[in-house]
């Protein structure tokens, strides 16, 4: 019943430096498409605008929607098919307004009746209005920055107190890589980084450092048993010997994600989705990334010894 059977031989080690080139490359790719997208996708939690969800008992085209709301002169308005709904039925969509339509004036009233007016009172009817000001959108999008700033800082200083420093710096080196991943696929995807994807990328430091804790301990463990040992060879069995743990406990939460992501609606898209490559890329770092760390720093301590 064992997934990974004890006395594995697996050389992480070996393929750190292809790891590494791996690694450089999904970022590259991650800061090119923020580069194209003109930055993050910024949802209105940190842009400022209003947010609409309307809901339609027939399922129009989105050009059929953009042609009703032509009218109010409301500029650059984006429309989003969010799908079916769940409990009510009919089709749903999202109308985002930027902020120079709707700063000072609440235009949903507008747009439901120009709506309406289209496709008939009765089948359109607005499910939510959110409004966020420009100033109120810049304040969080840069308390989002700090918090994830933050949370990565000190997970890394925990790491370092807790063992040793090169084993913390290694931990946030980790973490960064994870959050730059994540950001970066988000870009690919052109998700809406909102307030959700913000708790999704501190979810990911906090389920990254907890595995980068379990084989950091057990490195330190045998380092101490097995003093005459090389560095790589320890780093090596200690991820051997907790590779069961790391699958299991990694894979049982993908599971629950992959539910999330496909079962979940789109509401939660962009949450499960972060949260599905941010648990995947933390186990990746914290074998390929904290761990070889460690053994970089120890080569380069004994050549300035030589």
């Keep these: 019943m064992e997934i990974i059977r004890p006395g594995t031989h697996i050389d992480f080690v070996g393929y750190s430096k292809w790891a590494a080139g ?6 590259l790719i991650g800061i090119i498409s923020l580069i194209v997208h003109g930055g993050p996708n910024y949802g209105v939690d940190f842009s400022g605008g209003t947010v ?4 339609f008992a027939k399922k129009p085209s989105i050009s059929e929607v953009r042609s009703a709301l032509d009218s109010l002169g409301l500029g650059d308005v984006t429309i989003q098919d969010f799908g079916t709904g769940t409990t009510t039925g009919g089709a749903e969509f999202l109308i985002r307004l930027p902020m120079s339509a709707s700063e000072g004036k609440d235009q949903s009233r507008e747009i ?4 309406g007016e289209k496709f008939g009172k009765d089948a359109v009817s607005v499910e939510r209005v959110e409004m966020v000001g420009a100033r109120v959108g810049k304040d969080l999008r840069m308390r989002a920055i700090l918090a994830v700033a933050f949370a990565t800082l000190m997970m890394g200083l925990y790491i370092w107190f807790r063992f040793e420093w090169r084993f913390g710096i290694g ?3 980790a973490l960064a890589h994870d959050v730059l991943v994540t950001v970066g696929a988000l870009s690919l995807f052109n998700y809406e980084f909102d307030l959700t994807i913000v708790a999704a990328l501190l979810t990911v430091v906090g389920f990254s450092v907890n595995d980068t804790v379990i084989i950091s ?15 790589a060879k320890i780093i090596n069995e200690s991820i051997n010997e907790t590779l069961s743990r ?7 939460a993908i ?22 490559v941010g648990f995947l890329v933390g186990t990746y770092s914290t074998i390929y990334v904290s761990s070889p760390f460690v053994l970089l720093f120890e080569r380069g301590r004994g050549r300035r010894r030589s």
């Design 217 to 231: 301990d057990r490195i330190r463990e045998n380092m101490r048993k097995r003093r005459r040992d090389p560095l």
């Design 246 to 252: 790391t699958i299991l406990t990694t894979g049982t």
């Design 22 to 27: 791996f690694s450089c490359l999904v970022i």
């Design 112 to 115: 439901a009746a120009s709506l």
């Design 52 to 55: 609409m969800q309307v809901r």
């Design 171 to 173: 931990a946030a080196l």
């Design 255 to 276: 599971l629950v994600i992959l539910a999330l992501f496909l079962l979940g609606g789109n509401v939660i898209h962009g949450f499960a989705f972060a949260l599905l």
